[in-house]
């Protein structure tokens, strides 16, 4: 049975660091699958930072591939009654060709 979860973190590191008073405090995730003998060994350290400061840190975060790039605004079009275009490009039947 898989059990996921999503979470917001409230209290970063270095806040918990100060409630708990201890300097090696640290969040830690662990690997909730099983998937082999050293499963109880396999966990994460977690960083937990304020909104800005995380986005000041990824800013500077290099990409594995290449930098997506920004595309231009797109540009507004005409909006078009289909139907009536549709209409339009009816003709009516016409004779093609004739048997003599």
């Known amino acids: 049975m898989t059990t996921e979860f999503i979470v917001e973190p409230t209290i970063t590191t270095d806040s918990m660091r100060l409630i ?5 405090f640290d969040y830690v995730l662990l690997c909730n699958k099983i998937c082999g003998v050293a499963h109880y060994n396999m966990r994460m350290k977690l960083v937990i ?20 790039e920004v595309s231009a605004p797109a540009t507004p ?3 078009v009654d289909s139907t009536k275009t549709a ?5 009516p039947n016409k004779v093609i060709a004739s048997k003599k």
């Open 77 to 79: 079009v005409t909006v």
């Open 20 to 24: 708990t008073n201890n300097e090696k």
């Open 87 to 91: 209409e339009a490009a009816v003709t």
């Open 49 to 68: 930072e304020s909104e800005a400061d995380f986005k000041k840190w990824y800013a500077t975060q290099n990409y594995v591939f290449a930098r997506p």
